[in-house]
């Protein structure tokens, strides 16, 4: 089984949509959370860490849920520059485990 | 610059040769990392480093891959008698402490075995 799964996507989606993305993980121990964004051949980046209580930053919001070892990430009015592949990372013992990402297209 | 170096940015070789792969993390990062990425799938874990030690080496594919890390600085990953299955884009990622959130990735050594 893999530590962290995700839904590969691709989301197509209309600008201004509101899109969000599943994350489940599988060991209880895992200590920190992220999600990060990977353009198309490029490198991944740091979109943000994901707390228990919730965090926003400007149009995107994250969830823990650490009862249910599940990660969310909602994006509100998307635009076209938003489009790409969007990763979610968990840290466990000092190694940061990268699902295998969900596509976003956002569509004009 | 300031961010994390990588070299070669490609190297094409031919099956059965030697390929070494560079990576200059950020000044003052105590952690580094090495990922693999095959075209369309996600993050492979290799091999971390705290300093120059490299306390989980569980991710490296073979025998035939290994790391090391001089002056808790630059890193080589080297891959012996390479295969076609080999070719990917191999990362590099530093970061401050291993357990902080930001990891920043270089921009990759796209490897491709003939």
């Known amino acids: 089984r893999k530590e962290v799964e995700q839904d590969p996507g691709p989301f197509n989606v209309p600008e201004g949509a509101t899109v969000a993305f599943n994350c489940t993980y599988s060991?209880?121990?895992?200590?920190?959370f992220f999600w990060y964004r990977q353009d198309c051949r490029k490198e991944p980046k740091l979109l943000m860490s994901?707390?228990?209580s919730g965090n926003e930053d400007g149009r995107f919001t994250a969830q823990l849920n650490r009862a249910s070892q599940y990660i969310s990430l909602l994006i509100r009015d998307s635009k076209l520059s938003d489009s790409a592949t969007y990763l979610c990372?968990?840290?466990?013992?000092?190694?940061?485990?990268f699902g295998s990402g969900t596509k976003l297209n956002v569509k004009p | 610059g300031a961010g994390v170096s990588q070299s070669p940015s490609n190297k094409v070789t031919e099956k059965g040769k030697d390929v070494e792969l560079r990576c200059d993390p950020i000044?003052?990062?105590?952690?580094l990392y090495w990922y693999r990425q095959s075209l369309g799938q996600g993050l492979e874990f290799l091999i971390y480093?705290?300093?120059?030690?490299?306390?989980?080496k569980s991710g490296l594919p073979s025998d035939r891959f290994s790391a090391e890390r001089t002056g808790g600085s630059v890193s080589t990953l080297t891959i012996q008698r390479t295969q076609q299955e080999d070719s990917a884009v191999y990362l590099c990622?530093?970061?401050?402490?291993?357990?902080?959130?930001?990891?920043?990735f270089g921009e990759g050594s796209r490897l491709t075995v003939l």
């Open positions: 480093f705290q300093g120059n030690s490299a306390p989980d």
């Open positions: 990622a530093s970061s401050l402490e291993p357990n902080t959130g930001e990891l920043f």
């Open positions: 994901v707390y228990s």
């Open positions: 990372v968990v840290n466990m013992a000092n190694k940061f485990y």
């Open positions: 060991n209880s121990a895992s200590q920190s």
């Open positions: 000044s003052g990062h105590t952690a």
